[in-house]
């Protein structure tokens, strides 16, 4: 593997690391409505579990609202169940033909237990990027043994990954911050 492969492969990689976190951020719920917050949950529909958001339509009526409306009313109650059982935890209300999830404001507690989960995320993202970065100088010193490459140019490759890394852990930190900002903002 040539040096350009081995580099273009681990920013892909850490760049699928910072998705991850992102997408997980995305479900921590911060005390308004954001159509993400429903992303994970899956409703029993003819037997097979479908997402939500292939179900029905989700839409942000008012800042702390969710409107939920089915594509087909007899799924409604379906959704209405599969809501009830996640781990959400906001209990919807129906009309028979949409469904309503009223947000409740965020006590400190909460939303400092948030902000904690948010850094455990953000550190596990952070494990997952050194561990890329471990399997790429792996890859780079193999490559060396292997005289694929020489010396100069595994040192030269280190670094380069070594930067990488390093921006990958500053576009973490930036995610992390952003969301810790956005749960103790009142």
Same mark, same amino acid.
């Given at each position: 593997?040539?040096?350009? !492969? ?5 920013? !892909? ?13 995305? @479900? $921590? ?5 954001? &159509? ?5 949950? !899956? ?16 839409? /942000?009526?008012?800042?702390?609202? #969710?409107? $939920? ?12 169940? &599969? ?6 935890? $906001? ?6 033909? /949409? ?6 404001? #965020? ?21 997952? /990027? ?6 790429? $100088?792996?890859?780079?010193?193999? &490559?060396? *043994? &292997? ?11 280190? *670094?380069?990954?070594?930067? /990488?890394?390093?921006? @990958? ?10 969301? !810790? ?6």
């Amino acid at each position: 593997m040539s040096t350009s !492969e081995i580099l273009a492969h681990t920013k !892909e990689r850490m760049k699928k690391s910072e998705d991850a976190l992102q997408r997980e951020l995305g @479900s $921590i719920r911060a005390g308004r409505a954001n &159509a993400s917050l429903l992303d994970r949950l !899956e409703v029993e529909y003819y037997g097979a579990l479908t997402p939500v958001n292939q179900l029905a339509s989700i839409t /942000v009526p008012e800042a702390r609202m #969710l409107l $939920i409306t089915p594509y087909d009313k007899s799924s409604l109650n379906d959704i209405e169940r &599969a809501i009830l059982m996640s781990d959400i935890g $906001i209990t919807p209300t129906s009309d028979g033909s /949409v469904i309503r999830l009223i947000i409740p404001q #965020l006590t400190e507690e909460r939303r400092k237990e948030l902000a904690k989960q948010v850094g455990k995320e953000a550190e596990n993202a952070k494990v997952s /990027v050194r561990n890329i970065r471990r399997d790429a $100088i792996d890859q780079a010193k193999k &490559a060396e *043994k &292997a005289k694929e490459i020489t010396e100069d140019e595994l040192h030269t490759l280190e *670094k380069d990954i070594q930067k /990488v890394t390093d921006d @990958s852990v500053k576009n973490i930190d930036k995610l992390a911050a952003t969301k !810790e900002k956005e749960l103790l903002e009142v």
